[in-house]
């Protein structure tokens, strides 16, 4: 028997624009074995038996979708930190207490945000090391921040 997985992108929820779109839930048949995959949910909080997540209907309504933890087969990929996207001049940190340095890397037409790890000098894509062994990566200090230490 297959699997069924639904994979988790948190990121800015939208709903969606075409209200006449056809809704592929309409043709599921009991028994068919699916993959569920939810784009555009927050993680929110609540029973601590279950993940709560935040969502947008086609009618613009915010919903909230709870899956019991005890899913075996549930597979959650980590899409954008709860602090949001870094941006060059952050500070931001590991979950294993790494400090790291956005910055920008790359060509005028083919720019990428980065994190250099301010111990070794090595630097990654922001998004390998959030969904990466170290992650989730939060955000210590804005640009903002940082300016007013002066």
Same mark, same amino acid.
């Given at each position: ?8 992108? $948190? ?17 599921? &048949? *009991? #028994? =068919? @074995? ?33 899956? $019991? ?17 870094? &941006? *060059? #001049? =952050? @500070? ?54 940082? #300016?007013?230490?002066?």
């Amino acid at each position: 028997m297959e699997h069924t997985t639904a994979t988790v992108e $948190p990121s800015t929820v939208e709903p969606a624009t075409d209200t006449n779109q056809h809704n592929p839930a309409d043709a599921l &048949q *009991p #028994g =068919e @074995v699916v993959n569920v995959e939810l784009r555009g949910a927050a993680v929110g909080y609540g029973a601590t038996d279950a993940l709560v997540f935040e969502a947008v209907d086609d009618a613009g309504e915010r919903v909230y979708i709870h899956i $019991p933890r005890r899913i075996k087969n549930l597979h959650i990929a980590r899409s954008v930190p709860a602090d949001g996207v870094p &941006q *060059p #001049g =952050e @500070v931001w940190i590991t979950q294993t207490g790494t400090r790291l340095f956005a910055f920008q890397n790359g060509t005028a037409a083919n720019r990428t945000t980065c994190l250099m790890d301010a111990t070794t000098g090595t630097g990654r894509r922001w998004h390998e090391v959030h969904t990466g062994d170290g992650g989730p990566i939060r955000r210590l200090a804005s640009v903002d921040e940082i #300016g007013s230490w002066s």
